[in-house]
């Protein structure tokens, strides 16, 4: 999912 | 994690770290736009407010740590140990232009109204601009060192490969973040000017675009 699957990138 | 994510990480690492170890070991800060780099400093402290919330592995925090440090390691120099060899006069770029409507937009575009979420966007954008005021720098001298050149070698690498970690992560997880994708395409192609002279000028020391 969108909002939770971006912060896992820098 | 695929490669090209990782890879993209470390060639970050690597633009972040050349600068630093540049200014350190030259003890001079001559041609580098102080102005490019308080906004990268900010970029990561508006992002990276997430360590307070959530952990995702020791690679995300620690990766996230050093990006912060490095980069008010970076200011520190510039503006504090080694000022009388920054090069203001040359460092022109209003990045009010920048702060203020990527501020705008951030309130206007992003995925959830909420401070953390508006901050994170806010970084993406900033960060995808945030090179504008060393690109004008080296546009009004006409000149870049060898090292200056690989830093923005290497940053845009970084991006590139980014993008190439979305393409992968759409195909292979499903995984499509509009936001992140359309700052990433923008910030790279901040960079294909400078790659094509990067490449055909020898990777040296070479004039760069007006």
């Known amino acids: 999912g969108n909002e939770s699957g971006h912060k896992d990138e820098l | 994690m695929n490669i090209f994510r990782l890879t993209g990480d470390l060639s970050h690492l690597a633009a972040i770290v050349i600068l630093l170890l540049k200014i350190w070991k030259t003890r001079s800060c001559a041609g580098i736009s102080g102005k490019s780099q308080l906004l ?17 592995s020791l690679y995300n925090t620690s990766m996230k740590l050093i990006y912060i440090a490095c980069s ?6 510039i503006y504090m140990k080694f000022k009388a060899t920054y090069d203001g006069n040359h460092d022109t770029f209003r990045v009010e232009f920048l702060v203020v409507p990527v501020g705008g937009l951030s309130f206007l575009v992003n995925h959830d109204f909420s401070p953390l979420e508006i901050l994170w966007t806010f970084s993406i954008y900033l ?3 945030a090179i504008l005021p060393q690109l004008f720098m080296i546009s009004k001298t006409g000149e870049a060192e060898t090292i200056t050149t690989h830093y923005l070698f290497f940053q845009g690498l970084y991006r590139a490969l980014y993008l190439v970690n979305w393409i992968w ?4 997880e499903g ?6 994708v359309v700052a990433g395409v923008v910030q790279t192609i901040l960079y294909c000017d400078f790659f094509y002279l990067y490449i055909t000028k020898g990777m040296s020391g070479c004039a760069l675009p007006a």
């Open chain 2, 40 to 56: 990268f400093a900010l970029v990561f402290t508006t992002r990276y407010l997430d360590l307070f919330t959530s952990f995702i």
């Open chain 2, 72 to 77: 008010y390691a970076t200011v520190y120099l």
């Open chain 2, 127 to 129: 960060e995808s601009v």
């Open chain 2, 169 to 172: 992560r759409f195909y292979f």
């Open chain 2, 175 to 180: 995984f499509f973040d509009l936001i992140a």
